[in-house]
């Protein structure tokens, strides 16, 4: 089998960049590179279930170090699909308001694979992203977003797997439905389906509801 070349070194093509400490998702160390998500095919195991990944989320410190990354995957064919941006002031209507502890710098990347990576970096120092990361660290992943075909079916698995929504329903739309879980040990698992020209990655009232849902962490 060929393996993934990178300069942390080499990885087997249906390796995943996750392990899973403590019931909650971590980026292994060397893994959560630009080079190693250009080859990546987005298709793994989380909690021993066999997954393709519809997007992931790397967190930042700061946008300097957020814009770098995008960079670093730019010159692997990643386009820009969202952002780059202040969530939910350049996202969302006027008169969608969220407490701006809530906001964050958003950026998303689609990979030539077809998956997309989601950056995020705290928008003030001491804010909900801030503390998130100065609590788990740099390696934690925020959440991974799996793609189903089917959301009902899919919720009633993940409920087996210690996973609960957060909402009743899900949120669904013309092109793009998602539904967000959390299991004991507070680590978030989206489900989503997508029409295929549909790219992004939420809806302001899904996603802002995500956050709101993290003060009661």
């Known amino acids: 089998m060929k393996q993934l070349e990178t300069s ?3 990885f087997s093509p249906g390796e995943s960049p996750f392990w899973e400490k403590s019931g909650l998702l971590e980026f292994k160390p060397g893994y959560a590179t630009s080079e190693f998500f250009a080859q990546w095919s987005f298709q793994t195991k989380i909690y021993g279930e066999a997954v393709e990944v519809d997007h ?3 967190s930042f410190p700061d946008f300097t170090s957020l814009e770098n990354y995008a960079a670093a995957l730019a010159k692997f064919q990643g386009k820009i699909v969202e952002g780059p941006g202040v969530f939910p002031l350049e996202f969302c209507p006027q008169n969608y308001t969220l407490t701006t502890d809530l906001w964050i710098h958003l950026e998303t990347i689609l990979m030539p694979s077809g998956g997309l990576i989601v950056l995020q970096a705290p928008h003030t120092e001491g804010d909900r992203t801030d503390r998130f990361i100065q609590e788990r660290g740099l390696a934690a992943v925020h959440h991974v977003a799996i793609k189903v075909d089917d959301l009902q079916t899919a919720a009633l698995n993940w409920q087996e797997k210690d996973f609960t929504p957060l909402s009743l329903e899900p949120v669904v739309g013309d092109s793009l439905s998602q539904w967000f879980f959390r ?6 698992i989206e489900l989503i ?3 295929p020209e549909n790219q992004a990655t939420f809806f302001c009232q ?3 509801g995500l956050r709101m849902s993290e003060t009661q962490v």
Do not use: F
């Open 8 to 10: 942390k070194g080499k």
């Open 56 to 58: 992931l989320v790397v």
């Open 183 to 188: 299991n004991s040990a507070g680590q978030i």
């Open 193 to 195: 389906n997508r029409s």
């Open 206 to 208: 899904n996603i802002g």
